[in-house]
């Protein structure tokens, strides 16, 4: 049904567009206010609102009105029974869709003959209450054409309007994620002090069955995953960093042209790569390695290992540092280059004294962005630095991060009325906040060093 009612939405849009436009252009072109494209918009909009209204409103509506009908024929009691009603509800669609397992009882059987005879009733007068919308908004949309008739105004108005509607739908989906993560997270502080959480230096939100057993209130300080998450942060911005600069440097002021369309998009299959197979990566090939050549110089180098971790995370974020900072420096005006040269600066200290400089706030926003990014990277530290929350700043052994922390609390049935399981939201927030504190930074760099040029 739903397929067939916007296949005649489609249909009756293009229609009204296409007569919306016939009849404006058969009106001299000097007297029109608006082009005629903007007129068949106009119809097609008259057309495509009452449409989907029919279709937002009468789908709900037909839905619970041919479910509350079905299990009134199964058996009235259970109007007030929602498990007991939920339960039959779904045997009664399962019969009508023909999924049913099973033999179904006789009572059953009539349910799902009442709920498919509703349904393809519903279907048929929604459809043609669709169809007749659609047809009166044609009839009005050409009405309302005339030469002065401003159609551009009421498009752009619409497309106003569609285009304020996406923007809050992205700023309240935002405010809600905010919300959700903070409600639980007072939750959480309800139960552990934010001292304890902010400053704790041990990490051990297993809790045990019983009050007796070791460990069994948990401990939440969060110190030990701040500095396992900067330390591979850390050493994956300084893999990735000098490495996608000095590319980009070289892609956008030294390649040829050939060698820069060979390169650069191989260079960014990099960021196409699951983060999964970096990881497996990282396990079984870089890990093993790096704890050789350790042993080899005598250094006791773990498994798992923040050094690991970090090498190829940085791997995994030189596409963005590398592809930014290229689109900045191209973005450096000419001029600037050619005012150099023409003082007699070599191309190295032109990159080094003008270039670089110009475009300084957008490799800063590029670096922000790779840094986000590796703050926010999961499975790599997972494979590759482990489990234990470690404070230490030693690169060679086993540490772990805000998200890796988020992944293990939330694995498997949890129920979200522990500290343990609540802990996962205040790590989140936590996590917020820091990447919305480089974001911040970011925009202020970018404020303060931004150039403007004509």
């Known amino acids: ?64 009105l041919a ?76 009405r309302s054409l005339s030469a002065r008739f401003r159609a551009r105004n009421h498009v752009e108005r619409f497309v106003t309007v569609v285009l304020f509607a996406c923007a809050s739908v992205a700023v309240l989906t935002t405010v809600g994620i905010v919300f959700s993560v903070l409600f639980e997270t007072l939750r959480f502080f309800e139960r552990v002090s934010p001292v304890e959480f902010l400053f704790g230096l041990h990490w051990s939100p297993q809790t045990a069955i019983r009050a007796d057993q ?36 070289y892609l956008a002021e030294y390649a040829s042209p050939r060698f820069r369309a060979i390169v650069k998009p191989i260079l960014e299959i990099l960021a196409g790569i699951p983060t999964v197979v970096l990881g497996f990566f990282a396990a079984l090939t870089l890990a093993p390695w790096i704890r ?3 042993g080899l110089l005598g250094l006791n180098v773990a498994s798992e290992s923040a050094l690991a971790a970090g090498i190829v995370m940085g791997m995994m974020i030189i596409p963005f540092i590398s592809s930014l900072s290229d689109d900045v420096i191209n973005a450096v005006p000419q001029s600037l280059r050619d005012g150099s040269y023409a003082m007699g600066a070599t191309r190295s200290e032109t990159v080094k004294k003008v270039i670089l400089p110009a475009a300084f706030a957008g490799i800063v926003s590029a670096f922000m962005l790779a840094i986000s990014r590796a703050v926010g990277e999961t499975m790599i530290v997972v494979m590759a630095a482990g489990l234990a929350a470690n404070l230490t700043f030693n690169p060679l052994e086993a540490v772990t991060t805000f998200t890796v922390q988020i992944k293990t609390i939330l694995v498997g049935d949890q129920e979200f009325d522990s500290a343990k399981t609540l802990a996962a939201f205040a790590l989140g927030f936590v996590l917020f906040f820091f990447t919305l504190t480089l974001n911040v930074i970011a925009l202020q760099i970018v404020k303060r060093y931004r150039e403007q040029y004509d």
């Not at 005879?117 to 009839?139: E, N, P, Q, Y």
């Not at 948990?218 to 850390?234: E, K, N, S």
Request: glycine residues 10%; without cysteine; charged residues 10%.
């Open 67 to 142: 479910e509350a009908q079905a299990v009134n024929a199964f058996d009235p009691a259970l109007a007030g029974d929602e498990l007991r009603r939920g339960a039959v509800l779904r045997d009664i669609v399962a019969v009508a869709a023909g999924r049913f397992s099973g033999e179904p009882s006789a009572a059953l059987q009539r349910a799902a003959e009442t709920y498919r005879s509703l349904r393809s009733w519903s279907d048929a007068l929604l459809i043609a209450g669709g169809l007749a919308f659609g047809l009166l908004a044609i009839a009005f949309g050409l």
């Open 214 to 249: 070791a460990g069994s209130s948990g401990a939440f300080g969060i110190i030990p995953l701040v500095a396992g998450t900067l330390l591979i942060t850390t050493i994956a911005i300084l893999v990735a960093g000098p490495i996608g600069l000095f590319s980009a440097i």
């Open 292 to 294: 050789d050549s350790g």
């Open 1 to 64: 049904m739903t397929l067939l009612y916007f296949a005649t939405l489609l249909s009756l849009v293009a229609a009204g567009y296409y007569f919306g436009r016939s009849r404006a252009a058969a009106v001299s072109q000097a007297a029109l206010h608006s082009r005629p494209a903007y007129h068949g918009a106009f119809v097609a909009i008259a057309v495509l609102l009452p449409m989907l209204a029919v279709f937002a409103v009468g789908v709900p509506l037909a839905q619970r």
